[in-house]
């Protein structure tokens, strides 16, 4: 006779604890995963819409003596280059802390 029939239970359903916890593992670890996709996608959106408006602010502040309607093309060329630099250098930055982060993240400092 089984341990799990002399309590009433059935030697059947003795595995079906670990299963359960397996499976409530399991889907922890996929809610997270969703969780943690969900955040560096609105992270993204947040950076970008930063970039955006950061670029706007400064390349405008530099580029425009007088607003018109439309740019001059001296404007037009202090606007394209001041906008490619400030990509550069976001680019740069933005690779230095990803690989900073995937550093932590692999070390055990990010949990």
């Not at 560096?40 to 602010?57: G, I, P, S």
């Amino acid at each position: 006779m089984a341990l799990g029939s002399l309590f009433g239970g059935s030697s059947a359903s003795a595995p079906s604890a670990p299963l359960s916890t397996s499976t409530s593992s399991a889907s922890s670890q996929q809610l997270k995963e969703k969780l943690q996709n969900q955040i560096t996608q609105e992270l993204a959106v947040v950076n970008a819409t930063e970039l955006v408006n950061k670029l706007t602010e400064n390349c405008f502040a530099k580029c425009i003596q007088q607003p018109a309607a439309s740019l001059t093309s001296v404007d037009d060329l202090c606007v394209n280059q001041c906008s490619e630099k400030y990509m550069r250098a976001w680019n740069v930055i933005s690779k230095a802390y990803i690989t900073r982060i995937q550093q932590a993240s692999s070390s055990g400092e990010l949990i």
